[in-house]
């Protein structure tokens, strides 16, 4: 009887150079001593049906998505997950025994883990989100499931901000919209400020946002992960904030994918930070 060949994983994007998951994903099977891989995959925006459909003819178990796909990605699966359906998005497809196609998405959850793992507090309270992108989607779904009564929303095209407090708004959760320009006098209650856009990233402008007004207790997130410290992360530090950089998100999301793919629950540490931090820079 044949042994059962070593799983293969991967990430699809377009472009796929920047992505750190073949980092991560490869950091873990190597600490855990699982015979498998997980490769970066370009896969242009046209391409993606076919790319998804030949998974399980070309050996693979699943695959990460990132940009373009994730949206694109929620027609072509055959089933959607709860994560999936809620969010609107699909960053991890999974091949069940019969060839078909799950989608699922972990950003939420590794939102939710971040916050956790830096002693954020979960609580019936109140923030602020800087954004209406892809990621903001799946914080809003992060914050309500973590107990926020009230978010707002703020970003430069407010028609984008009111399509999702539209859409995410429940009986438990308000969603309201503030303008981008009067968003820093609406801090002053708020117990999580989140930043879901790019501004701040490698490449991108900074993010200009006055924290005047912020709690003392209140904290401070964003998802962007280069640099590892935003100008706005280190401005909220220099004024005493808490700071929850975006690496942590990064790394808590690759935990269900890698278990889905490889079996193991893997576990977030300062060695694989310093890690992926080193590949990142080139050190």
Request: with cysteine; proline share 6%.
């Given at each position: 009887?044949?042994?059962?060949?070593?799983?293969?994983?991967?990430?699809?994007?377009?472009?796929?150079?920047?992505?750190?998951?073949?980092?991560?994903?490869?950091?873990?099977?190597?600490?855990y001593?699982?015979?498998?891989?997980?490769?970066?995959?370009?896969?242009?925006?046209?391409?993606?049906?076919?790319?998804?459909?030949?998974?399980?003819?070309?050996?693979?178990?699943?695959?990460?998505?990132?940009?373009?796909?994730?949206v694109?990605?929620?027609?072509?699966?055959?089933?959607?997950?709860?994560?999936?359906?809620?969010?609107?998005a699909?960053?991890?497809v999974?091949?069940?025994?019969r060839?078909?196609?799950l989608?699922?998405?972990?950003?939420?959850?590794?939102?939710?883990?971040?916050?956790?793992?830096?002693?954020?507090?979960?609580?019936?309270?109140?923030?602020?989100?800087?954004?209406?992108?892809?990621?903001?989607?799946?914080?809003?779904?992060?914050?309500?499931?973590?107990?926020?009564?009230?978010?707002?929303?703020?970003?430069?095209?407010?028609?984008?901000?009111?399509?999702?407090?539209?859409?995410?708004?429940?009986?438990?959760?308000?969603?309201?919209?503030?303008?981008?320009?009067?968003?820093?006098?609406?801090?002053?209650?708020?117990?999580?400020?989140?930043?879901?856009?790019?501004?701040?990233?490698?490449?991108?402008?900074?993010?200009?946002?006055?924290?005047?007004?912020?709690?003392?207790?209140?904290?401070?997130?964003?998802?962007?992960?280069?640099?590892?410290?935003?100008?706005?992360?280190?401005?909220?530090?220099?004024?005493?904030?808490?700071?929850?950089?975006?690496?942590?998100?990064?790394?808590?999301?690759?935990?269900?994918?890698?278990?889905?793919?490889?079996?193991?629950?893997p576990?977030?540490?300062?060695?694989?930070?310093?890690?992926?931090?080193?590949?990142?820079?080139?050190?």
């Amino acid at each position: 009887m044949r042994p059962s060949p070593a799983p293969k994983a991967g990430v699809m994007g377009w472009p796929i150079g920047h992505s750190l998951s073949p980092c991560i994903h490869g950091f873990w099977l190597r600490q855990y001593n699982i015979a498998g891989s997980y490769e970066a995959l370009a896969v242009k925006p046209e391409n993606l049906p076919v790319a998804l459909l030949e998974l399980k003819a070309k050996g693979y178990v699943g695959v990460n998505l990132t940009i373009p796909h994730k949206v694109a990605a929620c027609k072509i699966v055959d089933a959607l997950d709860p994560s999936a359906q809620r969010i609107g998005a699909v960053n991890l497809v999974t091949v069940d025994e019969r060839g078909r196609l799950l989608g699922s998405n972990t950003d939420a959850y590794g939102f939710t883990q971040n916050l956790l793992a830096s002693g954020f507090k979960p609580k019936n309270g109140t923030a602020v989100v800087l954004g209406a992108g892809g990621a903001c989607r799946a914080i809003l779904v992060a914050l309500a499931d973590m107990g926020f009564s009230t978010i707002r929303i703020a970003n430069r095209t407010r028609e984008y901000a009111e399509r999702l407090a539209e859409e995410f708004s429940t009986s438990q959760t308000k969603i309201s919209v503030l303008s981008w320009n009067n968003a820093p006098q609406a801090l002053s209650d708020i117990d999580l400020l989140v930043n879901a856009t790019s501004l701040g990233m490698k490449g991108q402008p900074a993010l200009i946002f006055s924290l005047d007004k912020l709690p003392p207790a209140a904290a401070v997130a964003d998802v962007v992960y280069a640099p590892i410290e935003t100008k706005i992360l280190k401005k909220a530090k220099q004024q005493g904030f808490k700071t929850i950089d975006g690496l942590g998100m990064l790394l808590h999301q690759a935990r269900p994918s890698f278990k889905a793919f490889f079996g193991r629950d893997p576990e977030v540490t300062e060695e694989l930070k310093s890690f992926v931090l080193s590949e990142k820079t080139g050190a």
